[in-house]
Structure formats: C-alpha cells, structure tokens
C-alpha cells in the first residue's frame, strides 16, 4: 500500500510539475506589460472607488492589488478601467483586461455561456432596496404598485421580476446604464425605491443628497455571490488569482495579518510554513516566487483586514462581517489549505 501510494504523489508531483511549467500565457503578457491590467466599477464605495487624485481603493481594488503584490512585489502595479455592468464582460472577453474584478455576480449563465471563469467568491452579498425614511415603507412587500430604479446589465431586473411575479406583485422599473444615473433619478424623487446589491446600496446611501433621510429594507431577495473572472483558456492565470485570494483568507485564519508577517516568518506551525513559502514550492506552481503570499500579505494585508478598512468598521460603510466572517466565526469565507 505505502509503494501504491508513493507512486501516486510522484505521478502527481510529476503532473503538477508539468502543468506550472507549460506557463500561462496571461501571466507572461502581464510581465511583459510591467503592470496588471484590471477592470473595475465605475464608482462603487468600498468596492472600486477612485478619490479626487485618480487612486483606487475598494475590496475588489484590493484583489487586483494582491494580484500584483504577488507578481511583481509591487500592488500599485496596476492600471485600472472603470467599466459599466453592461460593458464588462464583452470587455473582458476582447482584452481590455487581464482581469474583471468588479462586484460581479457569479450565475451559472455567466460561468457557461459567456467565455469566462469566475475564481473565487470574494463577498457573500444580496440583493436589498433603499426607500426614503418618510415614505412609511418598512418591508420589500409594501412596495407593490411602486416604481423602482436600477442599473441595466445586472441581474437585478431579474431579480425584481421573480420576486414581484411569485408575489403578485406590480411594479414598474426604469434602468439605467451608469450606476450614479439610477441613483440620481432615485434621488430626485422619479422612484420609490432603488435596487442593487446590498453592500451597494450601503455605499450608495451615502452619495445620496440626505443619506439620513434614506433607509435600506432589511430583507435580501436573491443570492448575490460576488467575485472576480477571467477569460476562460488559460488555467494557470485563473489558478494565480484563485490562490491569490485564498491566501490572504488562509493567513486571516492562521492569525497571519500585515503587522506582523515577519514575526510569522519564524513560525514553526507547518500551515503558516507552508503559506509563507518557507516549506514547499507552491510558489513556483503557480510561476510565481516562493514568498508570493509574504508579498500579498505584506503589501495588501488578510483578507479580514482588507474587509474592515473597504466596508467593515474601518470604513464610513460599517457593514458587519456576517455572511463574511470566516466559517469558524459561523460566516460563509473558506479556503482550502495550501499543501
């Protein structure tokens, strides 16, 4: 039995060998750039969000920046595109960038159909309404007959029709390209309620002209699994920011956090080893350094810390971890071990 086995991890060893060094073609083309090119939102508190100078912050600005960190040792290698929910994908598909990371949800339609591969679930989300505080609507069900706001391109109209429709519901909705253009007609009184994501709807509270004159329904009604895509055809790049992303889960679990990584460096613990490329070449798998997650970790911090300051308590959004929270705090974020 123990010769069967053996066989077996160097058979695999051999294949996972192979694999790393058939290269990803991505990969190279990034190096070659010197920068990682990203799609992101068009203006989303918390999540892609350019200040006044031009820099980008935000959870999904930060896998983009972990991405980089891992590549080149430098997280502001990284050149942005603002594209619209419509665009994004078609974007994506004709290499405007290398990677969509964009409060993006994961269907199975998206996954199949339109040529792409969605790598991780970087935010457990839902879909929620904002109404005005006076309008005396305390729940999604006191919304029939009303006329609602959201951005066209987005599962949110189909989300609203299958809601309403399995209500007996009426409604009338009017989209809109642009995120800002639905929220703005929202504000100035053209609908009773907007719809998005409810992580959004918590950032858009705040750009509205009386954010406390404005309420978000407590009910979600849809599952809004969020995450970043690649193009489909190349494995190796959608393995870099797959493991990307679970690195910096794997080190929030571990107690592995920006502050102290070179303390962690000294870690006899055999899972942090492993993750901080001190034990084993998992790496090099991935045609990366072995100190590709020390580079994360360091550059752009766990994945819990990255949660805080975007939306979490670091941030004017004060969104709780919830569904977010690590599954040995009873939340939904989970990866598998590095070995």
């Not at 190349?234 to 910096?248: C, G, H, I, N, Q």
Request: net charge negative; proline share 3%; with cysteine.
């Amino acid at each position: 039995m123990k010769t069967a086995l053996s066989a077996v991890l160097i058979a695999a060893a051999a294949v996972a060998t192979a694999h790393a060094q058939s290269g990803s073609p991505t990969l190279e083309k990034v190096k070659k750039d010197g920068y990682l090119k990203c799609g992101v939102s068009d203006g989303l508190a918390g999540f892609s969000n350019p200040d006044a100078q031009g820099n980008w912050t935000g959870i999904d600005v930060d896998v983009c920046r972990a991405v980089a960190a891992a590549i080149f040792d430098d997280p502001n290698a990284v050149r942005y595109t603002a594209t619209t929910a419509k665009e994004r994908f078609t974007a994506l598909q004709s290499g405007e960038f290398d990677l969509l990371s964009r409060n993006t949800t994961i269907t199975m339609q998206r996954d199949v159909a339109l040529g792409l591969e969605f790598t991780n679930v970087t935010y457990y989300d839902g879909q929620g309404f904002i109404v005005k505080a006076g309008s005396g609507v305390a729940s999604v069900n006191d919304l029939n007959g009303a006329t609602i706001c959201t951005q066209s391109g987005t599962t949110t109209e189909l989300n609203v029709a299958d809601y309403f429709g399995s209500h007996g519901m009426q409604y009338q909705i009017l989209t809109f390209e642009k995120e800002a253009e639905a929220l703005s007609a929202y504000d100035s009184g053209r609908c009773d309620a907007y719809t998005t994501d409810q992580s959004g709807l918590y950032a858009a509270r705040l750009e509205l002209s009386d954010a406390n004159a404005n309420v978000v329904l407590p009910e979600l009604i849809s599952k809004e699994p969020l995450g970043p895509a690649v193009r489909q055809g190349d494995d190796r790049w959608e393995d870099l920011v797959r493991w990307t992303f679970y690195a910096m889960v794997n080190a929030e679990e571990l107690g592995v956090t920006s502050q102290n990584i070179d303390e962690q460096l000294n870690s006899q613990n055999p899972e942090i080893r492993r993750l901080l490329g001190i034990e084993g070449d998992f790496g090099e798998q991935l045609g990366l350094t072995k100190d590709w997650a020390v580079r994360i970790i360091r550059k752009v911090g766990n994945y819990g810390e990255i949660f805080e300051r975007n939306v979490g308590s670091g941030s004017p959004l004060q969104i709780a971890r919830g569904k977010n929270a690590l599954w040995t705090n009873g939340g939904l974020q989970y990866a598998p071990p590095i070995r």
